[in-house]
């Protein structure tokens, strides 16, 4: 299988040829700027010493500090960190936010470590990669397995050191350590804004959408509670342990109940079963990966029944998908622009923090939604403009502003 580095590389390559750029634009960009390795020295309950390793990569600074998630995961690995911190560098310049890309990640399986232990790697994960993090250097955020409460540790760690409160340096922080309103929700809701423009572009009503939901966790939760609330019928969900589907449509706040009760939608009684594979094959009007990586591959896409996928995930399908799916004319909103939301509203924190001023919830959602309906329809204009599909559009409007940058800093 090709390197998930190189795999992401492509639609680069695609737009750059599109716009006939300088080949030293997609030359700078075929790399991080940096990447840094750390071993992490970790006291377990039991007394023993455990040994995690992390990464922190920042991709390109050319529009501003690096800007991207901290995933804890056991498949984490530096080229998939690597290849998170590009897909942040082009969903900033999408989004046309002050921000290059940058990814964090550790190799943990955190269901195995107590609340104590899972404290004090998050403190240590920081302390070790504190030299290249800042407010105006590098803002790591949540990601899969890591939370507004993490964040908070990683914040008081870092405040720790400097000897003062620096709630800028980090963000999907709790609200009363300088979390802004509508972080937890906000990639969900980018996820649900770009949906309903697709289907204003396709002449599809909300009421009359069923929705498919891989993964139920941050992502694919408040994606499926936000589409539901604006009239779709969820008919399938999903987290790592299986998958749920009821025809007649899912309530995902009594699913949510569920998940807090056992810990997974497996065993939801309104529900039949069915696996992950299968919740991706279903005849649905929208399939919203929520869950990781290389989901849809050459191995599937000719059997997906979607008439539009929207990206909640990072890369979860593959470049052969991709022209698999295009010649089936299925829609693909792209991650770098159907899961901006998140990076969006943690701009808006990082701005707060800054002028230590905190807006109201309704200020928050509404310039998200502003931003978000209009990269969606620079997107759309880009990609009909020059007969491609949404994902070279998507890296051609970061392009634009991303080799503008490169060329006036004087970096080409
Ligand atoms: N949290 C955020 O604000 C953002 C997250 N993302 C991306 O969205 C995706 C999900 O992230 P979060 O929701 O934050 O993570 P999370 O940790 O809150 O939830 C992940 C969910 O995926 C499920 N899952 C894991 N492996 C699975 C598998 N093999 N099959 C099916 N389900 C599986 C988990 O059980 C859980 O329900 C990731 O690709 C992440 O990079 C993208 C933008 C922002
Ligand atoms: O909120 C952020 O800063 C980054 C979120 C993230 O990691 C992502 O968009 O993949």
Redesign the pocket.
Same mark, same amino acid.
């Given at each position: 299988m090709q390197n998930i580095f190189e795999m992401a590389k492509k639609p680069l390559e695609q737009a750059s040829q599109i716009l006939r750029l300088d080949q030293n634009v997609s030359s700078l960009l075929a790399h991080p700027e940096r990447t840094l390795e750390v071993h992490i020295p970790v006291r377990m309950d039991d007394g023993r010493l455990e040994i995690f390793t992390g990464y922190r990569s920042q991709h390109n600074t050319a529009l501003g500090p690096a +800007?991207?998630? *901290?995933?804890f995961h056991p498949g984490v690995t530096m080229d998939e960190v690597k290849t998170?911190a590009f897909?942040?560098t082009f +969903?900033c310049a999408v989004l046309n936010l002050p921000?290059g890309g940058g +990814?964090g990640g550790v190799i943990v399986d955190t269901r195995k470590l107590s609340r104590s232990e899972l404290e004090r790697l998050a403190r240590s994960y920081m302390q070790k990669i504190m030299p290249v993090i800042g407010e105006h250097q590098d *803002?790591?955020?949540? &990601?899969v397995n890591t939370d507004s409460r993490m964040m908070a540790w990683m914040m008081d760690e870092y405040s720790k050191y400097q000897g003062y409160n620096v709630p800028g340096v980090i963000?999907?922080k709790p609200k009363t350590v300088g979390g802004s309103a509508g972080?937890g929700s906000?990639?969900g809701r980018g996820v649900m804004f770009c949906i309903r423009e697709a289907f204003k572009k396709m002449a599809i009503p909300m009421k009359e959408a069923t929705v498919a939901v891989q993964g139920f966790g941050n992502v694919g939760g408040f994606s499926a509670k936000l589409l539901f609330d604006a009239g779709a019928k969820i008919v399938a969900v999903s987290d790592m342990y299986g998958a749920i589907y009821n025809q007649q449509g899912l309530d995902p706040y009594d699913i949510e109940r569920h998940v807090k009760e056992t810990g997974s939608v497996a065993g939801y009684r309104r529900a039949e079963t069915m696996t992950n594979g299968q919740l991706l094959e279903l005849p649905v009007t929208v399939l919203v990966p929520a869950a990781l990586e290389g989901q849809i591959t050459s191995g599937n896409a000719d059997r997906i029944q979607a008439r539009i996928i929207a990206e909640g995930a990072?890369g979860p399908v593959t470049p052969d998908a991709d022209s698999v799916l295009a010649g089936r004319e299925i829609m693909v909103i792209p &991650?770098i622009l159907a899961?901006?939301g998140?990076?969006?509203?943690?701009?808006f924190?990082w701005v707060q923090n800054l002028y230590r001023y905190y807006w109201t919830e309704k200020e928050v959602h509404a310039r998200q939604e502003d931003m978000m309906v209009d990269a969606f329809a620079k997107v759309y204009e880009a990609a009909e403009r020059y007969r491609t599909s949404l994902r070279v559009g998507a890296y051609i409007v970061a392009l634009e502003r991303l080799s503008e940058a490169m060329r006036l800093r004087g970096w080409l």
């Open positions: +800007k991207g998630g *901290i995933r998170l897909w942040m +969903k921000y +990814k *803002i790591p955020a949540p &990601d963000t999907g972080r906000a990639t990072n &991650d899961n901006a998140g990076v969006t509203v943690s701009y924190e």
